[in-house]
């Protein structure tokens, strides 16, 4: 077929689109096989970072690569950071989570924490202050306009009851700037944060996907 100058338009009026709707890389065919195979035969349960890590790819490809019952991606902006992280309030300033960071995909911190909790808008409007422990524990400073989709994901262990649940902050690149997990599989989780895990993830599902929907 003979291509012609109105269908190289029509061709990349189509990529231009399908570049906006997904802000974040998200998986192609190959990489949720990859992904399938790697929760469900090699390490089920694992933190995400962990398969981002051993496939070299953006997180956001893993986590967009999960079945549709465990993960909901939703494209992120200032005021949708704030207001889910309202939500993670909620689960508690005494629930005690795990936050899990990575530098450039390749170097993981994952360490336990009371919920950061919202703080009073400083100076500088979009950046996003959570403290954990009333001040006394860990400090973030989240810059809203960088985090372009959130992950709400709920992915099964290896034994029976296990979960690996998180709710996660992606980059335009579709590195992590944070995570927030309710519960790792094999770690004994706090409930109030199972609890409100549901709720945060329930607020996210009610959203447009990001990525294509993958059963």
């Known amino acids: 077929m003979k291509t012609t ?15 906006e709707q997904a802000p974040v890389p998200c998986a192609s065919a190959a ?4 992904v399938r195979d790697y929760f469900t035969n090699q390490r089920p349960g694992r933190p995400l ?13 893993v986590a967009s690569g999960l079945p549709v019952a465990q993960s909901f991606g939703v494209a992120a902006t200032p005021e949708l950071v704030r207001d889910v992280w309202k939500s993670i309030d909620a689960w508690g300033e005494k629930t005690s989570v795990k936050l899990v960071l990575s530098s450039g995909g390749q170097h993981t911190f994952a360490f336990p924490s009371l919920v950061p909790i919202t703080q009073t808008q400083n100076a500088n409007a979009d950046l996003l202050d959570v403290y954990a422990d009333g001040g006394n524990g860990v400090h973030t400073h989240i ?5 372009k989709a959130i992950y709400a994901t709920d992915i099964p262990g290896k034994d029976a ?3 690996t ?18 519960q790792i599989a094999g770690e004994k989780p706090d409930p109030a944060a199972i609890e409100g895990f549901k709720k945060t993830a329930a607020k996210i599902e009610a959203l447009p996907r990001v990525c294509p929907p993958q059963s």
């Open 5 to 19: 100058p109105a269908l190289l338009l029509l061709l990349g009026a189509v990529s231009l689109a399908h570049a």
């Open 31 to 34: 990489q949720i096989a990859g």
């Open 49 to 61: 970072p962990v398969p981002a890590r051993a496939f070299n790819w953006p997180e956001s490809v």
């Open 143 to 147: 810059s809203t306009p960088h985090v």
């Open 161 to 163: 009851g296990q979960r």
């Open 165 to 182: 649940q998180a709710i996660s902050f992606y980059n335009q690149d579709g590195s992590l700037a944070l995570a927030v997990y309710a």
